[in-house]
């Protein structure tokens, strides 16, 4: 929703312009860009026609503005009058009308859940939905909603603490076994603290006003085989607490992981370095008394305010580098997370992002992602097709499985650039390959210098076929995608054409 075209890339041509399939970007009129609308937004200009009054709108009423120049839509209980931002929106009118006139929550959730409507339409608010009357006789009012739905899913977990003189731990049982230190998230800030477990498709929250103050540090153990969290606070003084805290939004629930809201923190710039001529290796610290560890696979979002409006991109960290699992973990809790970031001249959000200055804070959110780590488990070829910055998901996942999967034989990255000088970490993946006889790698430049050598061109069956060697005919086999929309689609398809089966593919998309 928030990517907006600009002129100058991709070429007028170019495939990236518009995806081959699925949800793509609608090239937009002159004057419509992202930026455009923040300045329509900024004019004072009337956009829902109410001249400032908030509504309660029923459902009938929400029915009535079903048309591009008068097309109200919900959001969470709120209603918004898109009307004037049709011409702005990158996936099209069509896409917003499918909306029109009805609770569009489910629709934006599956497109971009993560974009900041609130920010973004915040003077095409027309009001709040009106409460519902009193239900017929066997519906389920929401709260019973949510109720019977996470009965359908994971057992909900729940919460206990305890104290000695000095020290307060919470504990949250889980109920499941494959929990680990990437599935719980704490944030402590001024009265919040915040533990946020994931569980499946699931979140379970602790958030309390702490009655007590508590040292700026914390740690978090993970007893694994019976599902236990223990985040052991220190006490600031060794008194008695009576009680915890005071209940927060949200407190103690169990609901679907679609259903939250993405939770954010202010991470500081500790480093920037370039890469390539293009990409640079940004380093965020976490703040002060934060938990957080982004799963493999999974990104997150990075939020900037950009002219007075709040704008949310998706980037995967990655790590310092090809090598740096393989050595001693500098500090014992991670508290920097490392991106891959191309800036693009004529792009909305990285040049922001590239004005920082070392110092600065930019948002980051919660992980969100469906990689799963168990993919990886008992493989024995991992093969991998990235596209430019379709890198970035690999690296962990290279680092990863090289060194926790001892069934692994090999593992081959097909890397697609434009030049030699797009290439990320080439000299980095060329070591790589030199020390572990397992990694193989190889580059094909759709637009190489004549001295290029190597391989040359786009994704195609010939490629695939060629790279795809399983190293037996039963060998355990898994193939992540990442680049551009098209690429990633049009070699989803190949791969199911030459045979592939759909849990031998992970494509990494938004
Ligand atoms: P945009 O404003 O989106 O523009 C990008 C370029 O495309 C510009 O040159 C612009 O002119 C052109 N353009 C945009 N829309 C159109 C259009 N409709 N028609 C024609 N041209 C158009 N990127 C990374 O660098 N590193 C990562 O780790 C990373 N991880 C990601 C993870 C996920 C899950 C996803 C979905 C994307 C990821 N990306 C990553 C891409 C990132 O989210 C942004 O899309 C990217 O940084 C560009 O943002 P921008 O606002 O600067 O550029
Ligand atoms: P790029 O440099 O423009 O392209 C990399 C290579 O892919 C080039 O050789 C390019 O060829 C080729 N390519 C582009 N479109 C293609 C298509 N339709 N079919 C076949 N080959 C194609 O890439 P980039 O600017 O780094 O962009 C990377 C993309 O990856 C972005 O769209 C980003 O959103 C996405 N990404 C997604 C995730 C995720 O997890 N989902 C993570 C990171 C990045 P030509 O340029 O010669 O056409």
Same mark, same amino acid.
């Given at each position: 929703?928030?990517?907006?075209?600009?002129?100058?890339?991709?070429?007028?041509?170019?495939?990236?312009?518009?995806?081959?399939?699925?949800?793509?970007?609608?090239?937009?009129?002159?004057?419509?860009?992202?930026?455009?609308?923040?300045?329509?937004?900024?004019?004072?200009? !009337?956009?829902?026609?109410?001249?400032? *009054?908030?509504?309660?709108?029923?459902?009938?009423?929400?029915?009535?503005?079903?048309?591009?120049?008068?097309?109200?839509?919900?959001?969470?209980?709120?209603?918004?009058?898109?009307?004037?931002?049709?011409?702005?929106?990158?996936?099209?009118?069509?896409? +917003?009308?499918?909306?029109?006139?009805?609770?569009?929550?489910?629709?934006?959730?599956? %497109?971009?859940? &993560?974009?900041?409507?609130?920010?973004?339409?915040?003077?095409?608010? %027309?009001?709040?939905?009106?409460?519902?009357?009193?239900?017929?006789?066997?519906?389920?009012?929401?709260?019973? #909603? @949510?109720?019977?739905?996470?009965?359908?899913?994971?057992?909900?977990?729940?919460?206990?603490?305890?104290?000695?003189?000095? $020290?307060?731990?919470?504990?949250?049982?889980?109920?499941?076994?494959?929990?680990?230190? !990437?599935?719980?998230?704490?944030?402590?800030?001024?009265?919040?603290?915040?533990?946020?477990?994931?569980?499946? !498709?699931?979140?379970?929250?602790?958030?309390?006003?702490?009655?007590?103050?508590?040292?700026?540090?914390?740690? %978090?153990?993970?007893?694994?085989?019976?599902?236990?969290?223990?985040?052991?606070?220190?006490?600031?003084?060794?008194?008695?607490?009576?009680?915890?805290?005071?209940?927060?939004?949200?407190?103690?629930?169990?609901?679907?992981?679609?259903? @939250?809201?993405?939770?954010?923190?202010?991470?500081?710039?500790?480093?920037?370095?370039?890469?390539?001529?293009?990409?640079?290796?940004?380093?965020?610290? $976490?703040?002060?008394?934060?938990?957080?560890?982004?799963?493999?696979?999974?990104? #997150?979002?990075?939020?900037?305010?950009?002219?007075?409006?709040?704008?949310?991109?998706?980037?995967?960290? #990655?790590?310092?580098?090809?090598?740096?699992?393989?050595?001693?973990?500098?500090?014992?809790?991670?508290?920097?997370?490392?991106?891959?970031?191309?800036?693009?001249? /004529?792009? =909305?959000?990285?040049?922001?992002? !590239?004005?920082?200055?070392?110092?600065?804070? #930019?948002?980051?959110?919660?992980?969100?992602?469906?990689?799963?780590?168990?993919?990886?488990?008992? +493989?024995?070829?991992?093969?991998?097709? /990235?596209?430019?910055?379709? =890198?970035?998901?690999?690296?962990?996942?290279?680092?990863?499985?090289?060194?926790?999967?001892?069934?692994?034989?090999?593992?081959?990255?097909? =890397?697609?650039?434009?030049?030699?000088?797009?290439?990320?970490?080439?000299?980095?993946?060329?070591?790589? /390959?030199?020390?572990?006889? *397992?990694?193989? %790698?190889?580059?094909?430049?759709?637009?190489? @210098?004549?001295? &290029?050598?190597?391989?040359?061109?786009?994704?195609?069956?010939?490629?695939?076929?060629?790279?795809?060697?399983?190293?037996?005919?039963?060998?355990?086999?898994?193939?992540?995608?990442?680049?551009?929309?098209?690429?990633?689609?049009?070699?989803?398809?190949?791969?199911?054409?030459?045979?592939?089966?759909?849990?031998?593919?992970?494509?990494? @998309?938004?």
């Amino acid at each position: 929703m928030l990517n907006v075209p600009s002129q100058s890339f991709p070429g007028p041509s170019s495939q990236q312009r518009v995806a081959s399939g699925g949800r793509s970007k609608v090239p937009l009129k002159q004057g419509r860009s992202l930026m455009d609308w923040i300045r329509l937004t900024k004019s004072g200009k !009337d956009l829902t026609g109410l001249k400032g *009054r908030l509504i309660e709108v029923t459902e009938e009423e929400l029915k009535k503005h079903n048309k591009k120049d008068d097309c109200w839509i919900c959001i969470r209980g709120f209603v918004y009058n898109v009307s004037p931002y049709m011409e702005y929106h990158p996936g099209g009118e069509d896409e +917003l009308m499918r909306a029109a006139g009805s609770d569009g929550t489910d629709l934006f959730d599956q %497109v971009h859940r &993560w974009v900041n409507y609130e920010s973004m339409l915040k003077e095409c608010l %027309v009001g709040r939905m009106a409460m519902k009357p009193a239900l017929p006789k066997g519906m389920l009012p929401q709260s019973q #909603v @949510t109720d019977t739905l996470a009965k359908e899913g994971p057992s909900s977990p729940s919460y206990d603490w305890f104290q000695t003189d000095s $020290l307060v731990t919470i504990v949250i049982y889980t109920k499941q076994k494959d929990i680990n230190l !990437d599935s719980v998230i704490v944030d402590h800030r001024d009265d919040s603290f915040r533990a946020e477990t994931v569980i499946k !498709d699931y979140s379970y929250l602790v958030h309390v006003a702490l009655s007590h103050e508590i040292q700026e540090d914390f740690s %978090v153990l993970v007893v694994e085989n019976v599902g236990k969290i223990e985040i052991v606070l220190k006490k600031k003084e060794n008194t008695s607490w009576k009680r915890l805290g005071h209940p927060l939004e949200n407190h103690n629930s169990f609901i679907p992981k679609k259903d @939250t809201g993405l939770f954010y923190r202010k991470c500081q710039l500790v480093s920037k370095e370039d890469m390539t001529h293009d990409t640079k290796l940004f380093c965020l610290m $976490l703040p002060p008394s934060t938990h957080l560890q982004v799963p493999v696979g999974q990104h #997150v979002y990075l939020k900037l305010p950009i002219t007075g409006t709040e704008i949310v991109k998706p980037y995967t960290p #990655v790590s310092d580098s090809l090598f740096s699992e393989f050595k001693e973990p500098v500090l014992p809790n991670n508290i920097y997370i490392y991106f891959l970031i191309k800036i693009y001249p /004529a792009g =909305f959000f990285t040049p922001e992002l !590239d004005q920082l200055q070392i110092g600065d804070y #930019v948002s980051v959110s919660n992980p969100e992602g469906n990689f799963i780590i168990s993919q990886l488990q008992e +493989l024995e070829d991992l093969f991998l097709l /990235a596209a430019g910055t379709g =890198f970035t998901p690999m690296v962990k996942v290279l680092n990863y499985a090289l060194t926790n999967i001892p069934s692994l034989r090999k593992v081959k990255l097909m =890397f697609f650039n434009k030049t030699e000088d797009d290439i990320i970490w080439r000299s980095q993946l060329e070591k790589l /390959a030199f020390k572990d006889k *397992r990694f193989e %790698v190889e580059f094909v430049l759709s637009a190489p @210098t004549s001295e &290029w050598s190597g391989k040359q061109g786009y994704i195609s069956p010939a490629l695939l076929s060629e790279f795809l060697r399983r190293s037996s005919d039963t060998s355990k086999v898994l193939i992540c995608l990442c680049g551009p929309t098209p690429f990633t689609e049009q070699g989803m398809k190949m791969l199911h054409d030459l045979n592939f089966s759909k849990d031998e593919i992970h494509s990494f @998309t938004a």
